[in-house]
């Protein structure tokens, strides 16, 4: 049975900085790329950032370059979303995927459960 377990969300202020983690179980993970996908409310879910199996990272989304960066630990089976300079409209749903890196959603196989990230004014 394949989880994705994320952590790491919460409630910051505008500026601020999170660090989001996904322990995946139950996959070879280190033959699966890796992403980190979020859905405000009201909206469609979006890709951010990406990370291969090797560790290449992918573009972010311009909305986040500069400010998000994504890193794998294959030993840990974990993948990680460091966020900077956080702003309002990062305010989200954060999901972890693992699939075949792509921006879009139907590359990937499994899902987490989504962590919340609220940033406030």
């Known amino acids: 049975q394949v989880q994705l377990v994320e952590s790491g969300g919460g409630l910051v202020q505008a500026g601020g900085s999170l660090r989001l983690s996904c322990v995946a179980s139950?996959?070879?993970?280190?033959?699966?790329?890796m992403a980190w996908f979020r859905q405000a409310p009201g909206k469609e879910r979006e890709f951010v950032l990406g990370?291969?199996?090797?560790?290449?990272?992918?573009h972010p989304i311009a909305s986040v370059k500069g400010r998000f960066t994504i890193s794998r630990d294959n030993a840990k089976n974990t993948v990680y979303l460091q966020m900077n300079s956080l702003k309002p409209e990062d305010t989200a749903a954060y999901y972890c995927?693992?699939?075949?890196?792509?921006?879009?959603?139907?590359?990937?196989?499994?899902w987490g459960q989504g962590t919340q990230v609220t940033v406030s004014t």
């Open positions: 995927a693992a699939g075949l890196n792509s921006e879009f959603t139907a590359q990937y196989d499994h």
């Open positions: 139950g996959l070879r993970f280190s033959e699966y790329d």
């Open positions: 990370v291969e199996w090797g560790g290449r990272s992918s």
